[in-house]
């Protein structure tokens, strides 16, 4: 590992990895943390335990601001435990000269997706640095939910799984690119960003039999695909041409070299599935405005344990590698 930290080691890629496993893993190494899940379960099995923060620029992006962002991280970091959001902490750093009126904006932000979430605040912090101390403003966010479908663990795919994938991707990354770097589009391109308890309560009460859950983030499909892979030591056979990606992302790749496998989602999880459920996953998937293309993209093997390999459409096979470098600076 590199003596200094670079930006790629923030991103949820590779470097990310070699980061969190060679120097946080290390130290801090337990039963409940190696199991590398979205949100730690604890307290015998009835509770999800999260925490994520968030420094996201533009603050305000189509789609959302850093303020919904905060909120739902954190909440869908529990449902992907099949947990129910119920307590919140809140910590905030703010810049000296950071306007109220910006501060209040993405408060209200919160306050709408906490209500959406049947979720509360419950403790917080709040620090005023300096001046060039911070960019303008970051979050943190912390969750307690009780888990309403035990067993959900990205440890335990097998060949009787498939994979799914909520809708299609890319959309917060290349939102948050285009924002940035004031790109003009003629297009309604915004970030998916939303919370994602309401599909997965759906799931539950349908009775699908869910494995793994796993929302998109940093590293996007491709580092929740890789991860699982190793997690689990199978191999997940992806096909290509059934991965969603709508054209306004697939445009802003084609133009910018993106790959949109790698780009980050805020409203976007897999899933892995029982073979026999996943026509009645879909099914409870497509009743939900942002999730009506759903779909299945993959299959697990053994034929190279720890890999996932895209099958193109003109019958090739490639592995599809956990995304390396500085990818999007600052998307969540």
Not at 271 to 288: N, P, R, Y
Request: glycine share 8%.
């Amino acid at each position: 590992m590199k003596n200094q930290i670079t930006l790629a080691m923030g991103n949820g890629g590779e470097e990310n990895n070699e980061l969190i496993s060679k120097v946080f893993y290390k130290a801090f190494k337990n039963e409940i943390l190696s199991k590398s899940e979205d949100a730690a379960v604890i307290c015998n099995g009835e509770l999800a335990f999260s925490t994520d923060s968030f420094t996201v620029s533009p603050l305000f992006f189509p789609g959302g601001d850093i303020g919904k962002l905060a909120i739902c991280g954190t909440c869908n970091d529990l449902a992907m435990m099949g947990a129910e959001p119920k307590y919140l902490t809140c910590s905030v750093i703010i810049e000296e000269g950071f306007t109220t009126r910006e501060l209040e904006k993405i408060v209200r932000s919160m306050q709408k997706e906490l209500l959406n979430n049947n979720a509360i605040v419950v403790s917080g912090d709040t620090k005023v640095v300096p001046r060039g101390s911070v960019d303008k403003i970051f979050i943190n966010t912390t969750g307690i939910g009780e888990i309403s479908l035990p067993g959900i663990s990205s440890n335990n795919i097998s060949e009787d799984d498939v994979i799914l994938v909520s809708r299609d991707i890319g959309r917060h990354g290349a939102t948050i690119f285009a924002a940035r770097e004031g790109i003009e589009l003629d297009t309604t391109l915004e970030s998916d960003c939303a919370s994602l308890i309401h599909q997965v309560r759906a799931l539950i009460e349908a009775g699908v039999q869910i494995t793994a859950l796993r929302d998109a983030t940093r590293g996007g499909v491709s580092a929740v695909l890789n991860e699982w892979a190793k997690q689990s030591n199978i191999c997940i056979e992806v096909t290509e041409e059934s991965i969603p990606v709508s054209e306004e992302v697939y445009g802003i790749c084609e133009i910018l070299g993106f790959e949109a496998v790698n780009l980050a989602n805020e409203g976007t999880f897999v899933l892995a599935i029982k073979k026999e459920d996943s026509e009645k996953a879909l099914a409870v998937l497509h009743t939900f405005e942002n999730s009506t293309n759903a779909v299945q993209i993959a299959s697990i093997s053994q034929q190279y344990p720890q890999k996932v390999v895209l099958l193109s459409t003109y019958g090739t096979k490639r592995f599809l590698d956990t995304p390396t470098g500085e990818l999007l600076p600052r998307i969540c």
